[in-house]
């Protein structure tokens, strides 16, 4: 008996380090000939300065993550109000500002709503080390109702496995609601 389990212990070790073996040189053959782009890293880290502005942004057209949205699509903003700070002109009212969506995150059962995750803002000559690094949209949780209710419905047995096929609210931007990142002015 022990020389079975043994026999089938070496089996799954054989398996599993020489899946990892291939794995790693599918991955080297793949990225062998394409050229990465370094993310933009803080490379200096002096946050003691927290001082920031507000930069309110209206989208131009509405993103939902129910349909017609994609990671890595680009995203327009349009500046609300013009920004100063000690007096100079940062950035302008009416600015055209791109932003991207980094990430969608689709509604999932028991409540669990959609999210979508924008990033990557460009406004004028303003560097990206010293903007809010992403802006998280949610849709309605509804697992705040949703858990209780199935505990409530576990007395009844199939009952409150039922509750499993409510979904969360989708995430969405509309074009008359506000936006807000942050400029910060010292930050190196």
């Known amino acids: ?5 043994l026999l089938i212990f070496y089996i799954f070790i054989g398996t599993s380090v020489s899946a990892a073996l291939i794995n790693d040189n599918i991955v080297d053959l793949i990225l062998k000939d394409k050229t990465i782009e370094r993310p933009e890293i803080h490379e200096v880290y002096n946050y003691q300065n927290m001082e920031k502005l507000p930069i309110r942004l209206r989208i131009i057209k509405r993103i939902s993550s129910e349909k017609n949205i994609y990671e890595g699509q680009q995203i327009l903003f ?4 013009s920004v100063y700070y000690k007096g100079n002109l940062v950035v302008e009212r009416g600015t055209i500002v791109n ?6 995150v689709k509604s999932g059962m028991n ?10 803002f460009k406004i004028g000559d303003i560097p990206k080390s010293k903007l809010t690094d992403v802006y998280e949209l949610q849709g309605q949780d509804r697992s705040l109702w949703v858990y209780p209710l199935k505990w409530a ?3 009844l047995p199939p009952s409150g496995s039922l509750t499993n096929f409510i979904k969360g609210g989708h995430a969405k931007l509309e074009e008359y ?3 807000e990142i942050y400029y910060y002015p010292n930050w190196i």
């Not at 008996?1 to 389990?5: A, C, D, P």
């Open 99 to 104: 932003a991207r969506v980094e990430t969608i």
């Open 111 to 120: 409540g669990i709503p959609a999210g979508i995750v924008l990033g990557s």
């Open 1 to 5: 008996m022990n020389k079975i389990l």
């Open 177 to 179: 609601k506000t936006i």
């Open 78 to 81: 349009r500046v609300q109000s």
């Open 153 to 155: 419905l576990t007395i």
